[in-house]
């Protein structure tokens, strides 16, 4: 597809079970992002890649979170044992480089989790 | 669908007038700015972005404004559509490492009415 894909686009947990959030990036896209956006609020940095190298992870809110992009394309968002307050929307962005800069980023639908 | 932006500010303006959106930004070390758009049930869509080297860019419709001595940006949309209707934010982007680490505001709500 042309642009970022995420799935699932919704996603209901019971507290304490984990959660699986897939991020398809733009093809070729060297950088790949997680943000994380609570009702009313603006995004929220959480991990960066760039390649299958996880650069950046300052935004990660605590160790049940965990993000994996093995081979430098797809990505997923782990979250383990999640509680109410994990509730949110996860939106994926990707760019591409020119030199060692970021283009413009690219954003995914998202994938908005529930926890109940 | 989903909401975004529930109980954020709200700019209310007539269709086919202008429209300015502000936003004050935080760390004087940005250098990178961006405006996106997020419509209810959608990831935030890119419109423009602006280095700090500059204090103006134009777009189709669309112009950022840059004032680093007060850390303000603003987004004028001229000639407003009922399709630029939804939610606003400005990010910033501090890093120094190349990537889009952004931080962002909090959000407009942008209603045009008929």
């Known amino acids: 597809g042309a642009g970022v894909s995420q799935s699932p686009r919704y996603k209901v947990a019971k507290r304490g079970q984990d959660v699986a959030l897939r991020c398809d990036p733009i093809s070729g896209h060297v950088s790949l992002f997680w943000y994380q956006q609570a009702l009313g609020q603006g995004p929220e940095f959480l991990t960066y890649f760039q390649n299958e190298a996880q650069l950046d992870k300052s935004g990660l809110p605590s160790d049940r979170f965990f993000a994996e992009r093995p081979e430098g394309s797809v990505s997923t968002l782990k979250i383990q044992r999640t509680q109410q307050e994990d509730s949110a929307v996860y939106l994926c962005?990707?760019?591409?480089?020119?030199?060692?800069?970021?283009?413009?980023?690219?954003f995914g639908q998202g994938t908005r989790l529930t926890v109940v | 669908g989903e909401s975004v932006g529930l109980h954020l500010p709200t700019l209310s303006v007539q269709e086919g007038d202008n429209s300015i959106i502000n936003c004050a930004y935080s760390n004087s070390a940005s250098d990178y700015f961006i405006w996106y758009k997020q419509e209810s049930g959608k990831g935030p869509q890119f419109i423009i972005d602006i280095r700090s080297n500059m204090d103006k860019r134009q777009g189709q419709r669309v112009t950022v404004l840059l004032n680093k001595t007060v850390k303000h940006l603003s987004l004028q949309i001229a000639a407003t559509q009922p399709g630029d209707s939804a939610v606003y934010f400005c990010?910033?982007?501090?890093?120094?490492?190349?990537?889009?680490?952004?931080?962002f505001g909090a959000g407009t709500r942008l209603a045009v009415h008929p």
């Open positions: 990010a910033e982007n501090p890093g120094s490492g190349g990537y889009n680490k952004l931080i």
């Open positions: 962005a990707s760019s591409s480089k020119t030199g060692t800069w970021d283009t413009e980023a690219f």
